[in-house]
């Protein structure tokens, strides 16, 4: 008997437990078939976004792309689609400078920007000055500028400095910034100078703006693959241990606040329902992919180009989200 003494069907005969059941769950399981159906189901959602164009040399990337890379802590993969396909990783790329601020600064990093969701744009300005110059979190742009201004502060060559971070992370030197794209945002990049010169008048920039904005521009052209983005991510779900060689980038408790941080703000003003639909910390970028953990388990990256409003790939989040609804593992 179900709640309020009605009979219930069983579980295996109830119409959503079909994702699920037709899938073995199990702590080793290979992840290769669950995403050979996605990869050929989610095509479905093509169309339903669009390829960012803001930045204009990104919106000549070929919209109809899917790659899909997983990968565990134990060295296991998956991949489907166009996963060695490069993509401009955009926004993905706070992640990686907040962690290597985080490692320089500590916990003093939390006196310049904040931990809470803003519940808006990812390029809002008007927050900003309500809250006198201290960006709600690391992930809004604002924020990424924060960040960026203390690598510039802390590194002589803060470019070569994230460039080397994440080629360490992902185990491939070949990764590298895309100089067309960083300079296509720099030419239309108004909102993001508006943003450095407005956190600069509040004392909250400390490097020269435009240093700040040529580094935080670079960043976000950096161009990876999903299976070089699944990689970079796994020590994020190793509790701050690179799996490849044990280094330990982050401490355990910089990891879990590092993750929390990307549960409630990596999707800007979509960040509940990516929770809600997903389960798992992630981050998105406008160039389409989106990266995610389960902390003592795997890394996911997918990329498809088209975006929604919010900027989050449509096609990448409803992979993600079969993905956890049939491999039956999320973070709750
Ligand atoms: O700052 C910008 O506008 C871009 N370089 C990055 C924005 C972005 O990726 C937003 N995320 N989905």
Partial sequence: MGAGGKKMKPLLRQKNYRNICAYKIESNMDYQDIVNDIYREVQAYFGQGKVASYIPALARVRPDQLGISVETIN??????????????????????????????????????????PSGNPFNSLVQLEFESGKPRNPFINAGALVVTDVLCSRYADPKGEILRFIRQLSGTDTIDFDEEVAQSEKEHG???????????????????????????????????????????????????????????????????????????????????????????????????????????????????????????????IQALEWFTTRSGRSIF
């Fill in 75 to 116: 060295g296991r993969s998956a991949l489907a689609g166009q996963a060695d396909t490069r993509f401009s990783i955009q926004s993905i790329s706070k992640a990686f400078t907040l962690a290597m601020a985080f490692a320089l600064e500590g916990d003093n990093l939390w006196r310049r920007v904040g931990v809470e």
């Fill in 190 to 316: 108004f909102r993001n100078q508006a943003l450095a010169w407005f956190l600069k008048s509040c004392n909250n920039i400390h490097s020269d703006v435009d240093t700040v904005l040529d580094v935080y521009f670079h960043q976000c052209s950096i161009a990876m693959n999903c299976r070089e983005m699944s990689r970079a991510f796994l020590f994020l779900a190793n509790h701050g241990v690179l799996p490849a060689t044990g280094e330990q980038l982050l401490t355990h408790s910089q990891a879990k606040r590092l993750n929390a941080i990307l549960l409630t703000c990596g999707f800007y003003d979509q960040a509940g329902e990516f929770a809600f639909r997903v389960g798992m910390p992630g981050k998105s970028g406008v160039g389409g992919g989106v990266a995610a953990i389960i902390p003592g388990e795997l890394a996911v990256a997918v990329w498809s180009p088209e975006v929604n409003e919010q900027g989050n790939s449509v096609v990448g």
